[in-house]
């Protein structure tokens, strides 16, 4: 399912699958074009296609519908896919950076859609897309991954207490950025958690708190 996502791909002219993998370091450093845009094409590409599916096959309210495509599109599931794939070393970067993050991987597989798109259009490549993310396998099998930072609201909201997360980005020794999200619940701090994006850390960091709060 997966080759067929690279074999689409690489089906792509040569100077698109180049500028995938462009990422904006390097192209700052040698003064080229760099995926952000068409990794931006692509993000709204893959939304639009995970969100098309469930339309059609997951008779669902739109909030938990929206949880679903969450799951899907996410920088941890995308970085999961980017890993699987095995693009990570075709990926070029700048000598600002010492090593590739999850969230640089995620970028690269939106990027990627980006540029199937423009070569193919939204109808070809859709298969390839909800194939590669085991989007109709992991539906049928109710396999549906917990948002934890919905759940941790829901719980909160529901015992009227107030939730709020404290957010720092911070510079790992080998250059990457991080962030840290410490999770507090009616002022007392409960957990923390580190991502390579905002929504990474504040997801592990609900996870941890809702695990607290249900041994109380």
Same mark, same amino acid.
């Given at each position: 399912?997966?080759?067929?996502?690279?074999?689409?791909?690489? $089906?792509?002219?040569?100077?698109?699958?180049?500028?995938?993998?462009?990422?904006?370091?390097?192209?700052?450093?040698?003064?080229?074009? /760099?995926?952000?845009?068409?990794?931006?094409?692509?993000?709204?590409?893959? /939304?639009?296609?995970?969100?098309? &599916? %469930? &339309? $059609?096959?997951?008779?669902? #309210?739109?909030?938990?519908?929206?949880?679903?495509?969450?799951?899907?599109?996410?920088?941890?599931?995308?970085?999961?896919?980017?890993?699987?794939?095995?693009?990570?070393? @075709?990926?070029?970067?700048?000598?600002? %950076?010492?090593?590739?993050?999850?969230?640089?991987?995620?970028?690269?597989?939106? /990027?990627?859609?980006?540029?199937?798109?423009?070569?193919?259009?939204?109808?070809?490549? !859709?298969?390839?897309?909800?194939?590669?993310?085991?989007?109709?396998?992991?539906?049928?099998?109710?396999?549906? +991954?917990?948002?934890?930072?919905?759940?941790?609201?829901?719980?909160?909201?529901?015992?009227? %207490? +107030?939730?709020?997360?404290?957010?720092? $980005? &911070?510079? #790992?020794?080998?250059?990457?950025?991080?962030? @840290?999200?410490?999770?507090?619940?009616?002022?007392?701090?409960?957990?923390?958690?580190?991502? !390579? #994006?905002?929504?990474?850390?504040?997801?592990?960091?609900?996870? %941890?708190?809702?695990?607290?709060?249900? +041994? $109380?």
């Amino acid at each position: 399912m997966k080759n067929n996502f690279i074999e689409l791909f690489e $089906k792509c002219k040569d100077e698109l699958k180049d500028l995938a993998f462009t990422h904006s370091s390097f192209a700052n450093q040698h003064g080229v074009e /760099s995926n952000e845009r068409v990794e931006f094409l692509g993000d709204t590409v893959l /939304s639009t296609i995970v969100s098309d &599916y %469930l &339309y $059609k096959h997951y008779h669902k #309210t739109e909030g938990k519908m929206t949880k679903i495509r969450s799951s899907f599109v996410c920088t941890e599931n995308l970085s999961k896919l980017a890993k699987e794939l095995g693009i990570e070393s @075709r990926i070029k970067i700048g000598k600002s %950076l010492t090593q590739i993050s999850d969230a640089i991987l995620a970028d690269t597989i939106e /990027s990627m859609i980006g540029v199937m798109y423009l070569s193919f259009g939204l109808h070809s490549i !859709s298969g390839a897309v909800l194939n590669a993310l085991k989007v109709k396998e992991i539906l049928k099998a109710g396999g549906i +991954k917990t948002d934890f930072k919905s759940e941790l609201q829901e719980y909160t909201q529901e015992r009227k %207490l +107030k939730l709020n997360y404290e957010v720092e $980005k &911070y510079e #790992t020794a080998g250059g990457q950025m991080n962030f @840290r999200a410490n999770c507090f619940v009616s002022g007392e701090f409960l957990s923390y958690g580190q991502g !390579s #994006t905002k929504r990474e850390a504040e997801q592990n960091s609900a996870k %941890l708190a809702l695990q607290k709060l249900k +041994k $109380k």
